[in-house]
Structures are given as structure tokens and as C-alpha cells.
């Protein structure tokens, strides 16, 4: 075969099955003599737990056992979550699977009813007495740290959770005393919660003295480690399947209380037990995401140049330690942005709080950072009275100083930053935009053009490498294994395409698998924007080794010297006589005559990051009377490196603008003084309808990754991370006649005209 599949636009082959009902997910699969589960959660935000008594629902019809956290502690397992302290000045506490004495956010579990059918076990949730003494709560991040505020943790008796302070001081008061201008934001980045269209579920069986375990989450591998490590086994006697999932975003890479407890349920009674949270127990204990304060200030020279930042940022993890890194860990990284900034530093605290703990949700830091650094870039341009695009260009760091490393220790990659610019303000037609945006306030009407300019760190730091396996069949066909799993990305598609180009197989005959940790040595999974990275890199090494093996068997094959031996489109043929050829498909069926495997496996351990970038413009119209946005164009141009497959890129960053704009305009998780979520269900948390995105322009620049042999980068993120700045700014360069220089997220109607009500300007 000839024709190369990577850079062309071949449909995702995983859809039939998704559109005609024909995917598994966990719930869909059904084990003989399986056993149900359903979770007492708390009421309350903060209490101590004076008792339990379970005897009445113990005793209902059709219950086989309940479970509390006492039962827990009483066996071998640990039982407990404990997240290594990765963060500056880390004080991660416990996390009890099942509390036993205080709860601190409300659904924290508390109790597992065991029955013999879903609805027996849920009904028996009303049957179990606890007594609580209510304690007083905290919701709001900075709150928390006040001397008044009520402790969570007796280890972090400040609410302290971490502090990271960075930069250096003196050099940064140095520079903004000798700044000629200033420009500052305070922002608060709202907490979300994520949604997936399938909620989690987990299926535990006993199985040749270990442990199965059938879920829905993105981290396989991981969570043989999690799972061992809390249940007191070792990794070999655990097997995780992870089959398809309906959505991940991050919220499916985290370790769960629940998956826990209904493993060492099924242990415990020998028999297979299923959960399936509902929707409502979703929204209460899936761990949310962002929930920030965001205070930044530039320092600038009068020709536009930006000569130092400093931020004062403050985060929640929520009632617990449950995600190592935090947000924090992609936060301080990227505060450079695409920009040359000589000083940077500040700090970022992170608190306890009387909340859903918070872990990644599509973006992990990096929708917050940017958020940050483009809605303070906007402010310098209007300090020094500058078009913002101009003021963008005349800071982006240059095409050829590459690798670039900030000011905060970033070393990015690759980049021509301006090229993305210049190419989305060519698809607006930026200046003749900014004309008719003067000539429609003439008549009344408030135009705003949103600029976002947005780079992150895809794929991971070295050490935290990505297994492949590639593997011929008898009948010459083609499988991958990979440490990826994929829940909504492509891989099957993508990664058959390249394979397809690596070996010369016919990209129909080649099957792609991931979820199933039997099938290698190791593995970590998909979040970060890392699959191609790292996954692919590793496939096309391991695909590398096959090829050298299958090489061996052409030797012999067609009688030839290894050095007259060569490789093209599949067929290996004797140098100068194309005619004396084999195809690697009859060689691998030969090879297994011979009793030759030709299976090879590979880690990929990155060098450093990937650098993702891009500029986004969203153009919207406001109506300052009912404070109503309308879009008007929304063009995304995004550089992820080499491109596998075009259609694949475009959904990514299609899906990724759809959860930017619902950030911005719709979403927001939000709980009462006592922390009591009010946000408990969809008729309260507003996501955003097909009808409320725009049509998306997208066009892409590709700058390869010197980082992996395929030369991508993530994109999995990057409309996230770009498309809530850019309708911020839009909406805030729209009310700019009115001295409006911030509206609260998310921007409804309401919070929009109520920015026009308390401004200092008129229109």
C-alpha cells in the first residue's frame, strides 16, 4: 500500500456502535449471582458522627449486609486514600473510604448497603439511623483561611492545604517600582462539575484469589495501584477493566472512595458486587473542579512591553487531599503564557473546605491559568490604551527562541506563536471588525471581539511514561495494546492510521485495545492531553521492534543478507530487486510456523512537556437592556503539532470550545453558607445546549514536537483552555462604553446587566 492515512480526515470507525446502542459500559455488564450496591451519604457538610445504627436495614428483605467504616477499619485493608504530599508546604490529610467520626462534605460516604437488588439496597438507605452533631462550615476558598474560620483537620489546623510561594520578591518590587504603567485583575474562576454522560460505576469479582475490577475511568493501570494500595494487596492480584466510557474529562482519572468499597464488599462476601452512582450522587460526590481567586498585575513599559507579573492566587482541594498535584501543579507552569515576561512570582495557596474535594476536569489548571493571564493581558492593553491584538504581538515570544524557557522555569518546546495570531485575525478580518464594532455603537448596538491567546503542557514530565504493545497474529493480523484508554478521543481510528503507515497493514486489519491490564506490563492512562504523545510514541517504537523482528524472518525468507534487506509499504525486498518480496503479513504467519512471536512492547518516557498553542477570537453581541450574549463568530486556530487525523483534531477542539463557553456563560456548582450543594441536579446546573454554540471556524498551524518520534502535541484541551477567556473578553470589550471592566462567571444575562447597572460609565 501507498497512500499515507496520517494527515487525512478518516472517520471515527468507533461511532456505529456508540450511535446504534451497541457500545458496554460498565453497568451493561451482567455477571451471574451479582450482588448490588447503594451508598448512605452525609447530609451535612461538617458534623461529627455520633452513631450509626444499621441493625434495622440489616435486617430488610433482600439486604445481604451493610458496611461501615468500622467494618473497614477491622480488616486488613487500609481503607484510607492518602495522596503523597507533591505540592510546596503540603499537608494532605486521610481520606476515609467510609467516614467513621466526622464528615466533611455533603455526600461523603458513610455507609454501603449490600442487597441482592439495586433498588432493595437504595431503599434501605432510609433505614440506617445516624446521629450527628453539626459543626460549623466552610465554602468560600479564602474564607477558609481566616483565624475564625472552623478547622477540618486537626493536621491543618489554618485550613492550610499548601503553600506555594515562587519568584523573586525583590526583583519583582524592583520592576513594577520602575514600571510606567500598571494593569490588575481580580477574578474568581467558578467551581464546575463535570457531568459525563455516563456516571461512574464499578463491578468487583473475586477472581483466581485476586480481584476484578470492571469500571468506568480513564486510568486503568493507575487504579491497579490505587486499589491494591487501599485494599492491602499486592498488584499482581489485581486485574482492572475499564471497557467503553461515556466521558471522562478528568473527573474518571482520580482515585474514589467507592471503588474501594465495593472491591473489599466483594472480597469480603465472595460474591460479585455492582454500583452505579446516580445522577444526583454525581453532582455531589464526583470530584469538581476549578473554584479559584485570581488576583494578577502586570508591570509595563509605555511602548507595551510587559516587564513583570505577580499573582496572588488561592484554590480549595475541597474536604480532602484526594488529587496530589492539584490544580496548582499545571497553574504555576504556564503564568508566562505565550509572552516574554522577565519577572514572575507571587503565591498560590490551596484550603480545606467544607466541599466536594477537586481534582482535573478537562484543562487541570491550565483553563484557570489562562483565564488569569489573558483576561490581565486584555487589562494592560486598556491601561496603555493599545489594540489588544497589538499589545499580544508585540509581547509573543519570538519563532526562533525555541526552546524558550519563562521566567517560572517552563522550558516550552516549539512555537510560532504569531503565525496563530495573524491567521485567526485574518479569518475575522480583524481590522475592518474593529470598524464595524466603532460604527455599531454609533447606533446603540454593543459588538465585542474576545481575543484568547493559550498554550499549555500536554503529555507529562519524564518518569511518567507510556506503555505500547504491538503483536502479530497466525493470520497475519494486527493488535495494539496500549496504556491509553480512550473515552472519546479516536484512539482506535488514530492510532490504526498510524500503524497502518508504520507497517503497511491494511488499517482494516489492525484492532487497537485498551482498558485491560492484563495485557501489559504497565501503564497510566489518558488525561493530560498525553495519549498521542506518549501512547502513540510508544506504539511506533514497539512497532519499530517488530518490524526488526519480522526482519530476521525476511533473511532467511528471501535468502538475502541482512544489510541487502529493505522495508517499504509493508514489504520487505531484496535491495535492487523489487520483484524477490514478502509482505510483513506473510512473514508474521511464517514467523509463527517457525514458533516466532513477532510481538514486541515499549515504554516511552518524554523528555519534557509538549506546547500545545493557539489564538482564539470569539466575536459576540450584548444587549445592555436584557444582558443577553449572542455570538456572532467564533474562529479557533490551534497548533498541536503533526496532525494524525484532521476530523479527529476538529471534534476535540470542537467539544473542548462547548465546554469553554459553558464556563463562561452557563455553568457554576455552587452550595450554601451550611454547604449544602444547591446545585444537586440538572434542573440547577445549567449545561450548555447544541443551541447555544456557535458555529466553529477552526483552522490549525502545525509546529512538530521535538519531544516524541510522532512530533505531536495534546489538543484534547486546548478549546477549553481557550474558549473561556476569549468570550470574557468579548463580552468585557463589549461593554466597554459603559466602563464595564469585569462580569462575574458565568455570564447570564443577569450577572451581564448587573455590571452595566454598577459601572461607572455609560454607554
Given amino acids: 500500500m501507498s497512500e499515507k492515512l496520517v494527515g487525512t480526515p478518516k472517520h471515527r470507525r468507533e461511532d456505529p456502535d456508540l450511535v446504534r446502542g451497541d457500545a458496554t459500559y460498565t453497568d451493561d455488564v451482567q455477571v451471574p449471582e451479582a450482588a448490588h450496591a447503594a451508598i448512605l451519604r452525609s447530609r451535612h457538610a461538617h458534623a461529627s458522627i455520633e452513631s450509626i445504627d444499621a441493625s434495622e436495614a440489616a435486617a430488610a428483605e433482600g439486604v445481604v449486609e451493610v458496611i461501615t467504616g468500622e467494618d473497614i477499619e477491622q480488616s486488613d485493608a487500609p481503607g484510607v486514600i492518602q495522596v503523597p504530599p507533591i505540592m510546596p508546604n503540603a499537608v494532605p490529610t486521610p481520606f476515609p473510604v467510609l467516614a467513621t467520626d466526622v464528615v466533611r462534605y455533603v455526600g461523603e460516604a458513610i455507609a454501603v448497603v449490600v442487597a441482592e437488588d439495586r433498588y432493595v439496597a437504595h431503599d434501605a438507605l432510609d433505614l440506617i439511623d445516624v446521629e450527628y452533631e453539626r459543626r460549623e462550615a466552610v465554602v468560600d476558598v479564602r474564607e477558609a483561611l481566616e483565624e475564625d474560620a472552623p478547622t477540618l483537620h486537626e493536621e491543618a489546623p489554618d485550613n492550610l492545604a499548601f503553600d506555594w510561594p515562587f519568584g523573586d520578591e525583590e526583583a519583582l518590587d524592583e520592576a513594577f517600582a520602575e514600571a510606567d504603567a500598571t494593569a490588575s485583575v481580580e477574578l474568581q474562576n467558578q467551581r464546575l462539575i463535570g457531568d459525563p454522560m455516563e456516571p461512574r460505576s464499578v463491578l468487583a469479582e473475586v477472581e483466581d484469589d485476586g480481584l476484578k475490577v470492571t469500571m468506568s475511568t480513564q486510568v486503568p493501570h493507575m487504579e491497579v495501584d490505587h486499589l491494591a494500595g487501599t485494599l492491602g494487596l499486592d498488584e499482581e492480584d489485581v486485574h482492572v477493566v475499564s471497557p467503553d466510557v461515556g466521558g471522562g474529562f478528568g473527573i474518571k482519572g482520580g482515585e474514589y472512595p467507592e471503588e474501594v468499597v465495593v472491591s473489599w464488599c466483594a472480597l469480603h462476601l465472595d460474591r460479585p458486587v455492582k454500583w452505579t452512582e446516580t445522577r444526583s450522587e454525581a453532582h455531589q460526590a464526583d470530584y469538581q473542579s476549578r473554584d479559584w481567586y485570581l488576583d494578577g498585575e502586570l508591570a509595563l513599559d509605555d511602548d507595551g512591553t510587559i516587564t513583570a507579573m505577580r499573582v496572588d492566587c488561592a484554590n480549595t482541594v475541597g474536604g480532602y487531599f484526594a488529587f496530589g498535584p492539584t490544580l496548582a501543579g499545571n497553574f504555576q507552569p504556564l503564568l508566562s503564557g505565550q509572552y516574554e515576561i522577565d519577572e514572575i512570582g507571587g503565591r498560590i495557596v490551596g484550603s480545606y473546605t467544607n466541599t466536594t474535594p477537586t481534582a482535573s476536569y478537562r484543562g487541570a489548571g491550565r483553563p484557570e491559568v489562562m483565564y488569569l493571564v489573558e483576561r490581565l493581558i486584555d487589562a494592560g492593553a486598556r491601561e496603555l490604551d493599545m489594540d489588544p491584538a497589538e499589545f499580544r504581538r508585540r509581547n509573543l515570544v519570538p519563532s526562533d527562541a525555541f526552546p524558550y524557557e519563562s521566567a517560572v522555569g517552563a522550558v516550552y518546546d516549539s512555537g510560532d506563536y504569531e503565525r496563530a495570531l495573524d491567521l485567526a485575525l485574518e479569518h475575522v478580518d480583524y481590522d475592518a471588525l474593529r470598524e464595524r464594532q466603532a460604527e455599531l455603537r454609533e447606533e446603540g448596538r454593543y459588538l465585542g471581539i474576545g481575543i484568547s491567546s493559550i498554550i499549555e503542557n500536554s503529555a507529562n514530565q519524564p518518569g511518567m511514561g507510556e506503555f505500547g504493545r504491538v503483536r502479530f497474529g497466525r493470520d497475519g493480523k494486527l ?75 525476511a533473511v532467511d525468507e528471501l535468502e538475502a543478507a541482512p544489510e541487502d534487506i529493505e522495508f517499504a509499504d509493508g514489504e520487505f525486498h531484496v535491495t535492487g530487486a523489487p520483484e524477490r518480496s514478502i509482505h510483513i503479513t506473510e512473514i508474521a504467519r511464517r514467523a509463527a510456523d517457525r514458533e516466532v512471536d513477532l510481538d514486541a512492547t515499549e515504554e516511552y518516557d518524554p523528555p519534557n512537556f509538549g506546547w500545545p498553542f493557539g489564538t482564539h477570537i470569539a466575536v459576540v453581541e450584548v444587549d445592555p437592556e436584557s444582558g443577553e450574549v449572542d455570538f456572532e463568530r467564533y474562529v479557533a486556530v490551534d497548533d498541536c503539532g503533526t496532525i494524525i487525523n484532521p476530523m479527529i483534531v ?99 444575562p443577569e450577572a451581564v446587566w448587573r455590571a452595566i447597572e454598577e459601572s461607572d460609565g455609560s454607554a
Avoid at 497502518?500 to 484492532?511: A, M, T
Avoid at 452557563?666 to 454547604?675: I, K, M, S, T, W
Avoid at 447544541?690 to 458555529?695: G, K, T, V
Fill in 479 to 553: 493488535t495494539a495494546y496500549l496504556g491509553t484508554h480512550d473515552h472519546g478521543q479516536g484512539h482506535e481510528t488514530s492510532f490504526a492510521q498510524i500503524l497502518s503507515d508504520e507497517l503497511g497493514v491494511e488499517y482494516d486489519d489492525i484492532e487497537i485495545e485498551e482498558g485491560d491490564t492484563q495485557h501489559l506490563p504497565g501503564g497510566v492512562g489518558t488525561f493530560g492531553s498525553r495519549s498521542m504523545s506518549l501512547g502513540g510514541a510508544a506504539m511506533v517504537e514497539a512497532a519499530e521492534r517488530v518490524k526488526e523482528e519480522a526482519r530476521e524472518v
Fill in 650 to 748: 476538529d471534534g476535540q477542539i470542537h467539544g473542548g470550545v462547548a465546554q469553554g463557553i459553558g464556563q463562561a456563560l452557563y455553568e457554576g456548582a455552587e452550595y450554601d453558607d451550611n454547604g449544602q450543594l444547591v446545585t444537586g441536579s440538572l434542573q440547577d446546573y445549567a449545561l450548555p445546549r447544541a443551541s447555544h454554540i456557535p458555529e466553529l471556524e477552526t483552522d490549525e498551524t502545525e509546529t512538530p514536537s521535538p519531544h516524541n518520534p510522532l512530533g505531536v502535541k495534546g489538543t484534547g484541551e486546548a478549546g477549553t483552555t481557550a474558549a473561556t477567556p476569549a468570550v470574557m473578553n468579548a463580552i468585557v470589550d463589549a461593554l466597554e462604553p459603559f466602563g464595564v471592566e469585569d462580569v462575574e462567571m458565568p455570564a447570564r
